[in-house]
């Protein structure tokens, strides 16, 4: 998958850097739908986790977790 969850952070303070731009601020209604969209996303991620924690298995490509993770949470998301 190429996109993670890092990179919809990136383009989340990216909007909100743009917001903060004083010479040339971000539109309201362009960060009002970049931030529907990522709480989409958001959602949709959670309800990824929460299959894989009810079935006991499984994994997210969107998720993923660091190979330094605590076991625990290795566990937990894959």
């Known amino acids: 998958m190429k996109n993670k969850i890092e990179d919809l952070r990136n383009h989340l303070f990216a909007a909100l850097e743009g917001l903060a731009d004083e010479e040339k601020p971000m539109d309201i ?3 009002r739908a970049i931030s529907e969209v990522a ?6 991620a959670k309800v990824e986790v929460d299959f894989i924690k009810e079935v006991g298995r499984g994994s997210s490509k969107f998720l993923e977790v660091e ?11 894959t």
């Open 29 to 31: 209604e362009r960060a």
């Open 67 to 77: 190979a330094d993770a605590a076991p625990e949470t290795r566990r937990r998301l």
């Open 39 to 44: 709480q989409t996303i958001i959602n949709s």
